[in-house]
């Protein structure tokens, strides 16, 4: 039970836990769950499913459980020779192949951020945290060649550094800077990479006035996600506020990089466990419908061209509440609550019996891999028959049902769903699915403290989508908010 409880509060973030509290009354969710999974699986040495770990079993009914089940070999992940070539992970193979395909359009992969910057900027500071953590991020310098028929990943030297332009606004009046920082910050969101030259992570320092800034930073998808970009932030928090003292780098190293990590993906993932998982999507898939047909006002374009734009949306902060607390009540996770009201609505509009809804999961099996920059996070597509139920609650329960089946079996790369099920190809649509449901957990932090300095994010429409239409949402614990793209 000790040992039990000591991975729930770091997972939780909490102090305490008590013997008869639940994982999920103490706020747990979907993406804790699969995490306390691999937590179990990695330092105890046993696996228990997830159906168990969302049955709202208490700390000491999961502790029997864990003493009562047999113990599982964990397979190391090995550091790979830089000598010899290195392959792409498969989800990167397809981000490059769209590359290749249509260069232009590759910038619905490109993951911008832009932070406002209040208080007196040590630059030298920022300029070291932002080179440091390109050296210590294998990803981030990464390029990709072709060479004998095969791409292969290069990295740049570590004190390659972080290439940051800066801009000097301050002798513009307000309307004209204000212009200035719309243009820059579209310019730098939007100007591709080369991914056989790089850098595939940039940025441009905006300076408004003596004590106020913009940072933006840019990186292309195939070699970040989302949980690397909480890394960065972390890691940037922690750099500047040694730098900017005068205190020598806080980091430990890193065991790993993604490459090794990709390397080991490949090879775990063979013989029956690839087999299983393979007959798993499958048979989940088979049938389903292979586009969703939203009403439009023009005909679908022969080739996607990944032009969008995204509306803002909140629930209030009552309404959030209720959410949560429904979901409790019927052993759900917000995200399954949401993903049936996402469902039903895709499906009155499309009219059609079933949809299938793609979803994202960080993709970090292993314990070691969750301080890492890379790309990790794969996609699930989860088939939902809305009308086979007359109740909303029956509903839930095969949502409830179909998700968890999927969290089982993500270790399958959503490309090599596709390769198995062989859909029919077009350049129109993405294959399996057009319409994306995301919910993340971050807390709310609306200003990160430095050294006399402020942050605050600001939003960075980018003027593209991946999908016909997506909703991300994060829950702050207060408000569940996010965009409709």
Same mark, same amino acid.
Not at 251 to 269: F, R
């Given at each position: ?44 040495? /046993? ?181 690397? /970009? ?256």
């Amino acid at each position: 039970e000790i040992a039990l409880a000591e991975i729930w509060k770091d997972l939780l973030q909490l102090d305490q836990v008590g013997r008869h509290d639940g994982f999920l009354e103490l706020g747990g969710h979907s993406l804790l769950t699969v995490q306390l999974q691999a937590r179990l699986h990695q330092d105890l040495g /046993v696996e228990i499913d997830l159906r168990t770990l969302f049955s709202q079993t208490s700390l000491s009914e999961l502790a029997q459980r864990v003493e009562q089940a047999g113990h599982s070999h964990v397979q190391p992940i090995d550091v790979v020779s830089r000598e010899q070539a290195l392959p792409l992970s498969l989800a990167q193979q397809r981000l490059w192949f769209l590359d290749q395909l249509d260069h232009a359009a590759s910038v619905a992969y490109h993951m911008p951020a832009a932070l406002h910057l209040r208080g007196s900027l040590d630059r030298n500071a920022l300029q070291r945290a932002l080179d440091r953590i390109v050296a210590r991020h294998e990803s981030l310098r990464t390029t990709f060649e072709r060479r004998d028929g095969e791409v292969h990943q290069r990295f740049a030297a570590t004190d390659s550094g972080f290439a940051l332009q800066e801009h000097d606004l301050q002798g513009l009046d307000a309307e004209a800077r204000q212009t200035a920082v719309a243009q820059l910050t579209q310019a730098e969101a939007r100007d591709a990479f080369d991914l056989s030259q790089g850098p595939l992570i940039r940025g441009r320092l905006l300076r408004l006035t003596e004590d106020e800034h913009i940072l933006l930073v840019t990186q292309h998808h195939i070699v970040s996600d989302g949980w690397s /970009v909480a890394v960065l932030i972390g890691e940037f928090n922690a750099l500047y506020a040694a730098f900017s003292q005068g205190l020598d780098d806080p980091l430990p190293p890193l065991a790993l990089q993604y490459a090794d990590y990709a390397n080991w993906q490949q090879q775990h993932l063979q013989g029956e466990r690839l087999h299983a998982q393979v007959d798993f999507w499958k048979a989940h898939l088979d049938g389903a419908p292979a586009l969703l047909e939203l009403p439009s006002d023009h005909p679908r374009p022969q080739v996607q061209s990944y032009q969008g734009a995204a509306l803002a949306l909140q629930l209030p902060a009552p309404l959030s509440s209720r959410l949560r607390r429904f979901s409790q009540q019927q052993g759900l996770t917000p995200f399954m609550t949401l993903l049936g009201a996402w469902s039903i609505l895709l499906s009155r509009l499309s009219n059609q019996p079933q949809v299938v809804v793609g979803t994202p999961v960080a993709n970090r099996p292993r314990r070691e891999t969750e301080a890492l920059i890379g790309f990790f996070v794969n996609t699930l597509a989860l088939r939902i028959d809305v009308q086979a139920h007359s109740r909303v609650d029956q509903l839930l329960e095969q949502i409830k049902a179909t998700t968890l089946d999927a969290y089982s079996h993500q270790d399958l790369p959503f490309e090599q769903v596709v390769e198995a099920l062989q859909p029919e190809r077009s350049l129109g649509h993405s294959p399996l699915f057009q319409a994306m449901l995301v919910l993340g957990n971050t807390p709310r932090d609306q200003a990160l403290e430095l050294p006399g300095l402020s942050l605050a994010p600001l939003p960075q429409p980018t003027g593209t989508t991946q999908f016909d239409v997506s909703l991300s949402l994060n829950d702050d614990g207060d408000c569940i908010s996010g965009q409709f793209e």
